[in-house]
């Protein structure tokens, strides 16, 4: 399987012909299923018929990000927005999950994308299904009227002070919060899944729990995933997703064996389909051909199910094309 931008589309008034041609490259080499980035797919339509003629499947790739109409995007006053931008370099305004309209949005739009292309595409697939970055949330938590109202409610007051975000029992009502808002979101997503006879999948953090980080920029983070309100092992456990993608991008291959093997230790016995992201090119940076040659080893040696792989330009370069058809013989 791989991510797809469809971002090698140039002539988009009418890209069935190089869909197409992209298609069948891939099938040659062994690709079974395309999970295309619904934000830049221009035709999603010409996209389903150009890989059903390749007997390719598609999964179509929603994030809150591009899949809520007039989102509610986290608040914060500019003086703290300028502290972010100091500290971490970046100001990053996701729309905000506690907010009910976020939330109502995001499940109303998949609704009417599962109603539409339920059997042209053959699940949906949740990515950065979360809050922003640990990093950022955990010193500026949102500040938006209904992070407001629900502090109101279980504090009595609205703000955080520095020394409530040190308060274990504040910490946990912050975090509880927002996995159940998320959780909510996963949950609706599932139900409509279901009855449109569509699979559920996610892309899943790195960083669960505990594992090795990477805090620099560009990548602030890869995760904890149960701070950023995506505790992809409980979804799985009940029956939330289908199949969890991990994004295992690492370009140092102790950590991606270290992480790899954690992944696995975590969803043994659990409801979802495992299969391990390999990272081609990602914002953690390059692996080379023969390094992502022997993650696919590792990978099938473990006998996962398979692997998904991450490509930002997404059309793979003649040696990586050889890596992975060669791993498929
Ligand atoms: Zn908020």
């Not at 620099?216 to 092992?233: S, T, Y």
């Not at 979804?235 to 991008?249: F, L």
């Not at 473990?302 to 930002?312: I, M, P, S």
Request: hydrophobic content about 40%.
């Amino acid at each position: 399987m791989c991510w797809d931008h469809a971002r090698y589309v140039k002539n988009t008034s009418r890209p069935y012909d190089e869909m197409a041609r992209e298609m069948a490259r891939k099938k040659a080499i062994g690709i079974e299923t395309v999970i295309v980035y619904m934000a830049e797919v221009i035709n999603l339509d010409v996209y389903c018929k150009a890989a059903a003629e390749n007997g390719i499947a598609v999964q179509a790739w929603i994030t809150p990000k591009i899949w809520i109409s007039n989102p509610v995007t986290r608040f914060l006053p500019e003086a703290k927005w300028l502290e972010m931008e100091k500290r971490h370099g970046i100001r990053l305004s996701s729309p905000c999950p506690n907010h009910p309209h976020n939330r109502q949005s995001m499940i109303a739009n998949t609704m009417k994308l599962a109603e539409e292309y339920a059997g042209r595409v053959e699940a949906i697939h949740l990515d950065a299904i979360r809050t922003e970055n640990a990093l950022l949330t955990r010193d500026f938590p949102c500040e938006c009227e209904a992070c407001r109202a629900l502090r109101k409610r279980f504090l009595g007051y609205e703000i955080l002070s520095e020394d409530d975000l040190k308060n274990p029992g504040i910490i946990y009502k912050e975090l509880d919060l927002k996995n159940s808002s998320i959780s909510e979101i996963v949950q609706a997503v599932k139900a409509i899944a279901d009855k449109n006879n569509l699979r559920l999948t996610m892309a899943g953090r790195a960083n669960y729990l505990n594992q090795p980080d990477i805090e620099k920029a560009p990548v602030w983070g890869l995760g904890p995933a149960v701070m950023e309100g995506q505790d992809w092992v409980k979804w799985s456990d009940n029956g939330w997703v289908d199949e969890i993608y991990t994004m295992n991008y690492h370009t140092d291959k102790t950590l991606f064996t270290r992480v790899l093997n954690e992944h696995i230790r975590l969803l043994r016995g659990s409801g979802a389909g495992f299969y391990s992201g390999i990272g081609v090119e990602s914002s953690m940076g390059k692996n080379q051909p023969e390094q992502v040659a022997e993650y696919i080893q590792k990978v099938k040696a473990l006998g996962l199910n398979g692997c998904v792989f991450f490509n930002k330009t997404d059309v793979f370069e003649p040696e990586y094309e050889a890596v992975i058809k060669a791993s498929r013989e």
